[in-house]
């Protein structure tokens, strides 16, 4: 979340990335310092198989648990991106960059089976792949039924279907608006980082790197940008078709953790968070209908990538 002080994983200074190797974003100019507030990646948490009988089966085979002696098991429930999802818009100072709408009509949140997903990817896409209560997991597709993603402190090369773990995906290149690069040099990014891992990396997150992947910008990396006190970005919280809430933060990267914190507690969980913490008035007549603040001093941090790492380990 915004402005909090978080963990150092480089070891000096010529460690930390300042330029982008491909050299696109020339026209920001070059970055005179870095920042040194780091944090570690929020590891998406692996899903987690059904019960296994003894036989192998989920249960005693007639829908009750193992020994046959409790209630019957609930049908799982479909995915529903409005219901699991937080609808959200990003802004660098008065430009959108980023949207999350289910605006009636929009099906670009329409998630797919694995299987069915590939015959909607084309080198170069972004793919999110969604579960309830589990970060939403990003990649890269590079052609062949194959994704790149940063995955457990490494950026892999994967089957999409291995990398979804089961998950529902969906091509998500119209979130952020920034101007994509070539396809080709999309895809040449992401193999080029393939291999790397743990202080090799350059993003917290497998979001960020998709990103960066794709549009080249250096405000996805780790120390990006500097921080200056100033607090450019703000994370615009739909609360209902009438009002919203709004977070600031000094960095992109800042809002990308609380971003996914979000969607990893779920629709319910934030809306119940805001009411309590950060108590959103009410706009008076002929004021904007959208609340602001920043993130308050006592709300939890969204966990780094070895809590993520060290959740899945004790699962």
């Excluded at 209630?71 to 699991?84: A, F, G, K, S, V």
């Excluded at 992109?252 to 913490?277: P, S």
């Amino acid at each position: 979340m915004g402005n909090q002080v978080e963990k150092l994983t480089h070891l000096s200074y010529k460690e930390v990335p300042t330029a982008d190797p491909t050299g696109v974003d020339r026209d920001d100019g070059p970055r005179i310092g870095v920042s040194y507030i780091f944090s570690n990646d929020d590891e998406d948490v692996e899903p987690q198989p059904p019960p296994q009988g003894p036989d192998g089966g989920g249960g005693g085979g007639d829908g009750l648990p193992d020994g046959g002696d409790g209630p019957p098991l609930p049908p799982p429930q479909p995915y529903d991106p409005r219901l699991h999802e937080v609808e959200c818009s990003v802004f660098y100072r008065d430009e959108c960059i980023y949207q999350k709408s289910f605006a009636p009509g929009s099906a670009a949140l329409s998630t797919y089976t694995p299987e069915n997903l590939l015959n909607k990817c084309r080198p170069g896409d972004l793919v999110e792949f969604v579960s309830q209560a589990q970060y939403p997991h990003w990649a890269v597709y590079v052609g062949n039924f194959q994704v790149v993603h940063l995955h457990r402190l490494e950026v892999s090369n994967s089957f999409l279907t291995d990398a979804s773990q089961g998950r529902r995906g969906r091509v998500v290149n119209d979130l952020y608006r920034y101007k994509p690069l070539s396809p080709g040099a999309v895809v040449r990014n992401a193999l080029a980082h393939v291999g790397a891992k743990e202080r090799e990396l350059s993003w917290r997150n497998s979001e960020s790197f998709a990103a960066w992947c794709r549009y080249g910008k250096r405000e996805f990396k780790i120390g990006g940008e500097l921080r200056i006190g100033k607090q450019p970005y703000r994370l615009q919280i739909q609360l209902s078709a009438q009002r919203s809430h709004t977070l600031e933060f000094q960095s992109l990267e800042d809002l990308i953790m609380e971003k996914r914190r979000n969607d990893q507690i779920g629709r319910a969980a934030v809306l119940q968070e805001l009411a309590t913490h950060l108590h959103p008035a009410e706009p008076d007549e002929g004021d904007s209908d959208a609340a602001r603040t920043t993130p308050p001093p006592g709300r939890p941090p969204a966990p780094g990538r070895e809590d993520e790492a060290r959740e899945a380990a004790v699962h």
